[in-house]
C-alpha cells in the first residue's frame, strides 16, 4: 500500500464554502499581508499536505527546533524551516490572536491565516545550520537573506489556488495517492529533478523500476538558480521521454512548485518528506543530491539518512553512472573496471554547452526525442 502520511495523518487546509461565505462578508474589515510568488506556493502546498504535518507556517519555538535537531517539537524528522518573512510595516497594526487574509502577488484573497506568532530570527543562524554556509553566492543562503526582517506564523486555510500554467501536470497529494491504488501500485519510487533528463537520469529510474511498482517523476516547478533549465523545458522534455521510453503502467509524472534551496543533505531529507506525502514507498537519492557548488560532500545528502531511521520512507541510494565505450553500458565505478577516454560522464555543463550551440548531445547521453524537444526553445535555461 502507498505510505502512511508524514505524521500520520494527510493535511487538508481548504475551507468550507460556508467558511468561503462567512471570509467573504467580512473580508474588507480584515487585515491583509501581500506574499510573493513562491509564499504563496508554500501556503498552498501546506493547504493541500504536500508538507504535512505542518498546518500553517512555523512559529518561532517550532522553527528553532528545526534549526537545532532537524525535528519538529514532537520529535517528527523535519530539516528546512517553512516560514512567512514580514517586514515591521506588514504587521505595525497586527497581534497575535488576528485573523488576517494573505494575497497572493495579483491581490487574490487566497488564504486566511489565524496568526500564533510574530518574532525575529538571526538571517545568518538559518543560513550557517541549514546551508553549512553564510556565503551570498550560494542561492539558498542569498534567498534567505532576503527574507524580510520578522517571521508570522499561524495555521491557515486556503480559499483559493494561485495562478498555475502548469494545471495540466499537477496533482495534490490525495489525486497521487487515488491514482496509485487505482493502478495497483503498491511500491512507489518518488524522483526529484530540476533537470531536463539525460540518459544518466533515466537510468536511475529504470533501475528503480525493476524493484518497486512504479515511478512517481515529480520535477520541481519554481524559481532556480541561473543556468538550470527553465520549468517548461523540463516538463516537456519529461513528457517526451515518458510517452517514448516507459511502459504506460509504469512511471507517472506530475510537477512540485517549489523554489529549490540547494541545501544538500538538509533538502534530501525534506525531498523524501514531500515525495511520502504524495505516497511514495521510497525515494530516489543520486549523487549531491540538491547540492550546488561545492558546499556538500558527493555523498552527504546520502549519508544524512542515517540519522533519520524514522523517516518512514526507504531511500534508495545510487552511485554517480557514466556511458562506458567498452562495457558498451550505462554503469558505475562498481560494475565497470574502465577509465580514461573509454568513459563519457553526464556533465550538465557540457549538455548546456552543446544546447546553446544548438547542438543535439550524443544519443549515449541524451535521448534524440528529449534533446530535439529541448532545443525547440529559443532559450531553455534561466537567465
Request: glycine residues 8%.
Amino acid at each position: 500500500m502507498v505510505s502512511t502520511p508524514h505524521g500520520g495523518r494527510l493535511v487538508r487546509r481548504i475551507a468550507s464554502s460556508k467558511k468561503m461565505k462567512d471570509i467573504g462578508k467580512e473580508s474588507k474589515s480584515l487585515k491583509r499581508i501581500r506574499l510573493d510568488y513562491e509564499a504563496a506556493v508554500d501556503a498552498e502546498s501546506i493547504a493541500h499536505g504536500i508538507y504535512s504535518p505542518l498546518e500553517g507556517f512555523m512559529n518561532e519555538e517550532e522553527y528553532l527546533s528545526v534549526l537545532d535537531s532537524m525535528r519538529l517539537q514532537n520529535d517528527i524528522p523535519w530539516t528546512i524551516p517553512i516560514v512567512l518573512g514580514v517586514s515591521k510595516e506588514d504587521i505595525k497594526n497586527i497581534r497575535t490572536g488576528d485573523d488576517i487574509i494573505l494575497e497572493d502577488p495579483n491581490n487574490t484573497s487566497i488564504a486566511l491565516m489565524q496568526v500564533e506568532d510574530i518574532y525575529k530570527f538571526d538571517k545568518k543562524e538559518y543560513a550557517q545550520k541549514v546551508f553549512k554556509t553564510i556565503d551570498p553566492k550560494h542561492p539558498g543562503v542569498n534567498s534567505v537573506f532576503q527574507l524580510k526582517e520578522m517571521l508570522i506564523s499561524g495555521k491557515i486555510e486556503m480559499l483559493s489556488g494561485i495562478e498555475n500554467r502548469f494545471e495540466r501536470y499537477t496533482l495534490t497529494p490525495v489525486e497521487t495517492r487515488v491514482l496509485f491504488e487505482e493502478k495497483g501500485w503498491k511500491s512507489i519510487v518518488g524522483f526529484q529533478t530540476r533537470n531536463a533528463p539525460h540518459i544518466g537520469h533515466e537510468y536511475i529510474q529504470k533501475s528503480a523500476l525493476a524493484f518497486v511498482d512504479g515511478v512517481f517523476v515529480n520535477p520541481v516547478i519554481g524559481r532556480k538558480k541561473p543556468g538550470d533549465f527553465t520549468d517548461e523545458a523540463i516538463v516537456e522534455s519529461y513528457r517526451v521521454l515518458l510517452h517514448h521510453y516507459y511502459p504506460k503502467n509504469s512511471a507517472v509524472m506530475g510537477i512540485l512548485r517549489y523554489e529549490m534551496k540547494y541545501a544538500g543533505p538538509r533538502e534530501a531529507i525534506l525531498h523524501a518528506i514531500i515525495r511520502k506525502n504524495f505516497g511514495c514507498t521510497h525515494f530516489a537519492v543520486g549523487r549531491d543530491h540538491a547540492g550546488v557548488g561545492s558546499y556538500y560532500g558527493p555523498y552527504e545528502a546520502q549519508e544524512i539518512f542515517k540519522e533519520f531511521p524514522d523517516l518512514g520512507v526507504t531511500p534508495v541510494f545510487f552511485r554517480e553512472f557514466y556511458h562506458c565505450k567498452k562495457c558498451n553500458a550505462i554503469v558505475n565505478e562498481k560494475i565497470c573496471p574502465h577509465s580514461g577516454d573509454d568513459i563519457t560522464g553526464f556533465s550538465g555543463t557540457k549538455i548546456r554547452d552543446m544546447i546553446v550551440k544548438g547542438l543535439r548531445p550524443p544519443v549515449e547521453i541524451m535521448r534524440t526525442e528529449v534533446a530535439d524537444e529541448i532545443l525547440k526553445f529559443k532559450s531553455p535555461f534561466v537567465e
